[in-house]
């Protein structure tokens, strides 16, 4: 087997570096977007209840409220997971490397995002800003850092 040279695999990892880079910011602008007022509890509330008669499954309206709470705080993990490991991915380096440096930038990155996006939050209408779901993010961005820290941990072994 031919050994590629770590010059050789940096120049090979560039390309899908930029598509990375990409996603990592049309996956923000996501977030941004579902931070309207047109993605408000309403709205998830009234898919719930559509997602649940399609199973035909009926809910009292205050225990569908509590499982539209907990539903909206799991998209917050979904969300911010899903940003963490687009960031880890879109670094320059080889695809095997573990930098814990990076992965910490890249957890610090989510973190200030989550931040401005309740921010933005407290000036639209419907919506409110809340610590409480920064923190939510917070631990989606932890989980994406180890979601990613464990695929690494799998390619390694496949070496």
Not at 42 to 62: E, M, N
Not at 119 to 132: D, E, I, T, Y
Request: hydrophobic letters at 50%; a positive charge; charged letters at 15%.
């Amino acid at each position: 087997m031919r050994r590629v040279s770590a010059e050789t695999r940096c120049r090979q990892a560039r390309v899908p570096s930029i598509a990375w880079k990409i996603a990592a910011v049309v996956w923000a602008l996501v977030i941004f977007h579902l931070s309207t007022s047109a993605y408000g509890p309403g709205l998830s509330g009234r898919l719930l209840a559509g997602a649940l008669s399609l199973l035909h499954l009926a809910i009292p309206v205050p225990r569908l409220e509590v499982l539209n709470h907990f539903a909206r705080k799991a998209a917050h993990l979904g969300e911010y997971a899903v940003l963490a490991v687009l960031l880890c991915a879109a670094s320059e380096e080889q695809p095997l490397q573990w930098r814990p440096q990076r992965v910490l930038a890249c957890f610090l990155v989510v973190l200030a995002y989550s931040l401005t996006d309740e921010f933005h939050q407290r000036f639209v209408p419907g919506r409110n800003a809340s610590l409480a779901d920064c923190g939510i993010d917070s631990i989606g961005g932890a989980m994406g850092v180890l979601v990613y820290y464990l695929n690494h941990l799998r390619l390694r072994a496949a070496e």
